[in-house]
């Protein structure tokens, strides 16, 4: 069902809007949390997929907020990949796009997780150049932000950290054309989009950010020749200044995420 504009506009005016998206964020830490200790080489995408649902169902949730991704391995480059059918194997990624619904109401969360509980070197790299790009576009939004100036911006950022990471170099920079970036071969996808009661919400994605809508962030970064990508997802509402996170709670650093996985029974 698509969720009004101009409720999600002023979804602070209705507290028990933001309090029944924030709910289902909370079913969605509680889901992810149980597959963190859930995860690890053999297990097949589906059954992850299954443990979600029951963590959902068992917490109040009717289920998933929209078809959840479950990708391991070179699957975590396919940006909508749904299939859910592969082994998870030793030395691969996890990408779980994956989040509960409850009372109508979406959350849209995403994280990436090592199959045998430890992120390789590199592996790691890749993952902090994303968090590092995730917690600048969270400074960012606020009631005076335009999506697509702030898309521009987070562009420029992943230019610098696929430089570092010798993804593409400053020579790249210099003769690309426009539409044909060479961050593009890495970061296929926007920032963000508007979130409610349907997982892409209804609003002026030309207008400035109002207060009181909820939003996604979710950078990546995808390398199709090292055969895994890496995308963190938050939900955050606009407030007068900055945001508020409604998915601070879930883990996202990673070595939060490795504690965790290795400190299972």
Known sequence: MAYSAKVIIHATDDPNVLELIQK?????????RQVLNFVKPGVMEYEVE???VH????????GHAYSPIVASGKNNVVLHYIDNSQKCKSGDLLLLDVAAEYANYSADVTRTI??????????????????RIHRAAIRMMGP???????????????????????????ADL??????????????YHGTSHMLGLDVHDLGDMHAKMAIGSVWTVEPGIYVRKEGFGVRLENNVVILNKGVKDLTANIPIEAEEIEEIMNSRL
């Not at 963590?55 to 009717?62: D, E, K, P, T």
């Not at 999506?147 to 610098?160: A, H, P, T, V």
């Not at 210099?174 to 970061?187: C, I, L, M, S, V």
């Open 50 to 52: 299954a443990a979600y």
């Open 24 to 32: 289902a964020t909370d079913v969605t830490e509680i889901g992810f």
């Open 144 to 170: 005076k932000t335009i999506y697509f100036d702030f898309q521009k911006e987070i562009e420029k950022l992943m230019e610098q950290e696929l430089i570092k990471l010798k993804l593409i170099s400053k």
């Open 174 to 187: 210099t003769n690309q054309k426009p539409g044909q970036e060479a961050f593009r071969g890495y970061f």
């Open 55 to 62: 963590a959902f169902v068992s917490n109040g949730s009717r």
């Open 114 to 131: 090592p199959v045998s509980g430890r992120f390789t070197k590199r592996q790691k790299d890749v993952y902090n150049a994303v968090l």
